[in-house]
């Protein structure tokens, strides 16, 4: 079993709607949750990271982390087909030395 | 201020032959990564360098070897290529091993075919 679970998709969704991204986990030492985009044929780039459990918004974009379910989301408002790519979700725990997991990736297309 | 540079950005070898990948970053980043993409199987840890001469193994480091040249340059040598190389490979570099969840930032990738 990989230490983190993500749904490869792909997700596609209308213009507008409100996407829901998600990860589990198997490592209760993960104290840094992250969410990072990768357009296609490019690196990823960071989007959030969030320290232990709680929400955190920039935007559009909101990050949740609930450590006692394993579970991070990161919820995409009014979404526009700019946000077409692939979203990684990564995490670290405070002993491994900045070393990140990733989750496998959910690729998300939204039509105009 | 090109961020993280990789050449090449593609490149197809034949089974046993072997290549550098080079990797460069302007930022003054202490530490950097290079990891492999593969389908289905998200971003894989293969070395890091938390600093300049310091090297360590990550998830995957079999079949590859890393060299620190300096603080801008970290190097990915596959000695003698095989099939399951066939990979997308990405480096990336952070300001220090302790922030990396602040952010690491990533090349454009190389891709690279072992046939």
């Not at chain 2, 530490?31 to 938390?50: C, E, K, N, T, V």
């Not at chain 2, 480091?61 to 399951?84: Q, T």
């Amino acid at each position: 079993q990989k230490e983190v679970e993500q749904d490869p998709g792909p997700l596609s969704v209308p213009e507008g709607a409100i996407v829901s991204l998600n990860c589990t986990y198997s490592n209760s030492a993960f104290q840094y949750f992250m969410w990072y985009r990768q357009y296609s044929r490019k690196g990823p780039e960071l989007l959030m990271y969030t320290y232990s459990s709680g929400n955190k918004e920039d935007g559009r974009f909101t990050a949740q982390v609930d450590k006692s379910s394993k579970y991070i989301s990161l919820f995409i408002r009014d979404s526009q087909p700019s946000d077409s790519a692939t979203y990684l979700c990564a995490m670290s725990a405070n002993n491994q030395g900045g070393k990140l997991i990733f989750g496998q990736g959910t690729e998300l297309s939204v039509k105009p | 201020n090109a961020g993280v540079t990789q050449t090449p950005k593609f490149q197809v070898l034949k089974t046993g032959q072997s290549m550098t990948l080079q990797c460069a970053q302007d930022m003054n980043h202490n530490s950097m990564y290079w990891y492999r993409q593969d389908p289905g199987m998200g971003l894989r840890l293969i070395y890091y360098s938390a600093s300049e001469g310091t090297t360590d193994k990550g998830e995957v480091p079999n079949g590859y070897n890393v060299s620190r040249l300096n603080k801008r340059e970290f190097s990915l040598r596959l000695e003698s290529a095989a099939p399951s190389q066939t990979s997308v490979y990405f480096c990336a570099s952070s300001p220090k091993v302790s922030a990396a969840h602040l952010g690491q930032y990533f090349g454009p990738g190389t891709r690279l075919t072992v046939t």
